[in-house]
C-alpha cells in the first residue's frame, strides 16, 4: 500500500531563518506531489506541484520553492522566512493515471514563524 | 477553469441532528468530485468521491453526497450527527481528463454541539 511521510510536525522559526520541510511517498512510483498551505481561517492554497523529477510549477509567486530530486520526495524551501510563512502546510500525491483519483495528504507540519 | 463555492463557512448543529454542507462547482466539461475531512492539525482524509455511475454515493461513517449535473452541486449530508464529526470538511473538483490538481473549496467547519 502507498503512504505519504511529511516532516517535521511542528517548526517554530525565526524570521529571516532558512526552512526545508520534507514530504516522501512509498508503494507508487511516477506520482503526481503537492504543497498546499492552509492559513489560519482560510483554505487550502496550492503552492507547488510536480508530475516528474525536477519538473516543478509554481502557482503563487513568493519566497517559496520547491525542489524534487528524486522520484518520490518533495522538498519545500525557503531562504529567509517571513512572518507570512506561517502556516499549515500539507504535501500531498495523487496518481497521473488512471483519472479520478483524488489525493492522499500527508499528517502536515505546522510552521510558526516569530 | 472550475472553481468550488463552499457556501457556509461555519454550521454548528446540535447532536443527532440532520446536517447538510452546500458546495456548488463551476466548470463546462465533466468532473469528478470529492470531499474531504480535516480533523485538528491532521492532514485532509477522503470522505467519498463522485466518478462515475451512480449519483449517490455514501461513505463508511454515515455520510452520503449527491451530484447534480443540472445544479452543479455536491451537497453533503448525514442525518444524525456525532460529535466526533466535528471537523473542517473541504468540497473539491478535478476535470474529467485532466493529470492536474484538484480545485479546493474553502471549507466548512462543522461543530457539533451537545
Known amino acids: 500500500s502507498q503512504t505519504i511521510h511529511q516532516w517535521p510536525a511542528t517548526l517554530v522559526q525565526p524570521v529571516g531563518s532558512p526552512l526545508s520541510l520534507e514530504c516522501t511517498v512509498e508503494g507508487t512510483s511516477n506520482p503526481n506531489l503537492y504543497w498546499y498551505r492552509q492559513a489560519a481561517g482560510r483554505g487550502l492554497q496550492l503552492l507547488f506541484y510536480?508530475?516528474?523529477?525536477?519538473?516543478i510549477s509554481s502557482e503563487v509567486p513568493q519566497n517559496l520553492s520547491a525542489s524534487r530530486p528524486q522520484d518520490r520526495q518533495f522538498i519545500l524551501s525557503s531562504k529567509k522566512l517571513l512572518l507570512s510563512d506561517s502556516g499549515f502546510y500539507l504535501c500531498a500525491w495523487s496518481r497521473g493515471t488512471p483519472e479520478g483519483y483524488g489525493y492522499t495528504f500527508g499528517s502536515g507540519t505546522r510552521l510558526t514563524v516569530v | 477553469a472550475q472553481s468550488v463555492t463552499q457556501l457556509d463557512s461555519q454550521v454548528p448543529v446540535f447532536e443527532e441532528a440532520p446536517v447538510e454542507l452546500r458546495c456548488n462547482y463551476s466548470?463546462?466539461?465533466?468532473?469528478?468530485l470529492f470531499w474531504y475531512v480535516q480533523y485538528p492539525n491532521q492532514g485532509l482524509q477522503l470522505l467519498l468521491k463522485y466518478l462515475s455511475g451512480s449519483t449517490l454515493v455514501e461513505s463508511i461513517n454515515g455520510f452520503e453526497a449527491e451530484f447534480n449535473k443540472s445544479q452543479t452541486s455536491f451537497h453533503l449530508r448525514k442525518p444524525s450527527v456525532h460529535i466526533s464529526d466535528t471537523a473542517e470538511y473541504f468540497c473539491a473538483v478535478r476535470k474529467a481528463g485532466s493529470a492536474r490538481q484538484l480545485t479546493f473549496g474553502s471549507g466548512t467547519q462543522l461543530t457539533v454541539l451537545p
Open positions: 466548470s463546462s466539461v465533466s468532473v469528478y
Open positions: 510536480s508530475v516528474g523529477i525536477g519538473q
